[in-house]
Every structure is written in C-alpha cells, then in structure tokens.
C-alpha cells in the first residue's frame, strides 16, 4: 500500500464548476502539505502550502487537512480551462534539513469551456 | 533569470549504456532533489543534496550516481542504463529544505530500449 494515495482521474468538470480533489494518507507523522500543479510536459509548481490541521484559502484555491482522519483536499472554484492540469499532493513529517517529501501520483483534471 | 535548467530535454539509451543529466540553477539555493516521474507512481526521490560537495540517497538511489561540485550544478548518472529507468526525471531546488518551496526544472524525458 503506497504512503500517499491519490484518485488518477481524469476529473471532468464544466467551466465555472468547483473541482475537488484528495489524498489520503497513512503515515500519522507528517505535519506539512502541500499541493503542487503540473501542466502537461512540465515540472510541478508550488500551489498551496498548509502546516497541521485546518483550512487554508488563497484566491480561488482552499486547501483543508484533517488529520484526524488522514485526509486533506483542495477545492477549486470557479473553475477555468486554465485550471486544466495535473494536481500532485505532497507531505512531509517535520520541517528539517534532511526531510523528505512524499507524492500522491497526481490527478489529471480537465475542465471543459 | 532561466531558474532551473535541465539538459538534455530527451534522450534514447541503449540497455547497458551511460549518460549524466545536468541541472543547473541560477537562484543560488542550497538544496537541489532528482526526481524521477512514472504513471501513477508521482514523483519519487533519487538523491538529493544539501549543499555543495554533500549528497544523500533518497527513496530510489539504485542504479544513479549523483554530483554537486559546484553549488549550482546538481549531476545524475546512469552508469548502466536498464529499460527500468524509462522515465521524466525532473531536478529541484529549495532554499531550507524539502518543505519549503520546490522549483523545478522542465524535465528530461529518457527512454532505454
């Protein structure tokens, strides 16, 4: 069973619709999450970045932990073609020098004009 | 301002062959991270460095070599290629850490026949 697991998609979503994505994971430890966008043929971009619990919010992108129960997703709304990507999550245990990040495997979103 | 640079773009290897993939970066970071990207696998660690003249292994070091002589050079190496290592390897740059933010490079795109 992988650390990170992540929905492949592809998610299909109308323009103007609100995309929801997660990932779950088992590891109780990690602390740092972050959620990362890759466009086709590109490397990844920094999206949002939240620490521990709760709900984070910047522009159209709200990220949500709870590690309760393992979980964390990022909403989208007002969702644009622009949008149309790979969403990679990723964590991590403590904020040192030699950590590491963990990856989900990535969704594929497209969302349709 | 190119961030971070990765040559060569593509690349086809014959089994048993040897190749080094160069990333170069301009944005002066500390910490450099050679990742390799397969479907549905997300992005997986294969050595990292925290500085000049350091390197550590990451989550899949076998089969790569890796060098940093030079603070804004990160060098990956294939001694041997194997169809194994088909892959998109993309390399990464932090400023502290893992957990801050990662910028990566466009990609290398290897195929071993």
């Known amino acids: 069973q992988k650390e990170v697991e992540q929905d492949p998609g592809p998610l299909s979503v109308p323009e103007g619709a609100i995309v929801s994505l997660n990932c779950t994971y088992s590891?109780?430890?990690?602390?740092?999450f972050m959620w990362y966008r890759q466009y086709s043929r590109k490397g990844p971009e920094l999206l949002m970045y939240t620490y521990s619990s709760g709900n984070k919010e910047d522009g159209r992108f709200t990220a949500q932990v709870d590690k309760s129960s393992k979980y964390i997703s990022l909403f989208i709304r007002d969702s644009q073609p622009s949008d149309s990507a790979t969403y990679l999550c990723?964590?991590?245990?403590?904020?040192?020098?030699?950590?590491?990040?963990?990856f989900g495997g990535g969704t594929r979103v497209l969302v349709k004009p | 301002n190119a961030g971070v640079t990765q040559t060569p773009k593509f690349r086809v290897l014959k089994t048993g062959q040897s190749m080094t993939l160069l990333c170069a970066q301009d944005m002066n970071h500390e910490y450099m991270y050679w990742y390799r990207q397969d479907p549905g696998m997300g992005l997986r660690l294969i050595h990292y460095s925290v500085g000049e003249g350091t390197t550590a292994k990451g989550e899949v070091p076998d089969g790569y070599n890796v060098s940093r002589l030079k603070k804004q050079n990160f060098l990956l190496g294939l001694e041997s290629a194997a169809p194994s290592q088909t892959s998109v390897y993309f390399c990464?740059?932090?400023?502290?850490?893992?957990?801050?933010?990662?910028?990566f490079g466009p990609g290398t795109r290897l195929t071993v026949l």
């Open positions: 590891n109780s430890a990690f602390q740092y």
């Open positions: 990723a964590m991590s245990p403590i904020k040192a020098a030699g950590n590491k990040l963990t």
């Open positions: 990464a740059i932090s400023l502290q850490g893992a957990t801050d933010t990662q910028y």
